[in-house]
């Protein structure tokens, strides 16, 4: 079993900017697609960007051209950069990492414990 740890959560005005980061570890073979969704109280867990392996990018309408996922391969670490930060960005982020690990064949899809973002307007 794979386990993902976040940490770059907190608390921002509008237009401030946040940067998360998300380490996978234990038993790790390789990682395929990694990225992050969030869920705002009382709504569904939205995606918001993946970035391949081959480091090919993804972002929801949201929050294109001013959030970026990038990734360190060599630190199993996934990176959200949020910039020019919104109210409607409140939400609590998890990341999430496609994962082969020692003793399987396949990819299963882990996901971090969520790290809760406020921005204040």
């Known amino acids: 079993q794979a386990q993902l740890e976040e940490s770059g959560g907190g608390l921002v005005q509008a237009g401030g900017s946040l940067r998360l980061s998300c380490t996978a570890s234990r038993n790790i073979v390789s990682i395929d697609v990694m990225g992050w969704y969030r869920q705002a109280p009382g709504k569904q867990r939205d995606w918001v960007a993946n970035i391949g392996s081959d480091s090919n990018t993804a972002y929801a309408d949201s929050v294109k051209g001013r959030f970026t996922v990038s990734r360190d391969n060599a630190k199993n670490t996934v990176f959200l950069q949020m910039n020019s930060l919104k109210p409607e960005d409140t939400a609590v982020y998890y990341c999430?990492?496609?994962?082969?690990?020692?003793?399987?064949?396949?990819?299963?899809?882990?996901w971090g414990q969520g790290t809760q973002v406020t921005v204040s307007s």
């Open positions: 999430h990492a496609h994962v082969k690990t020692e003793g399987t064949d396949y990819y299963r899809r882990y």
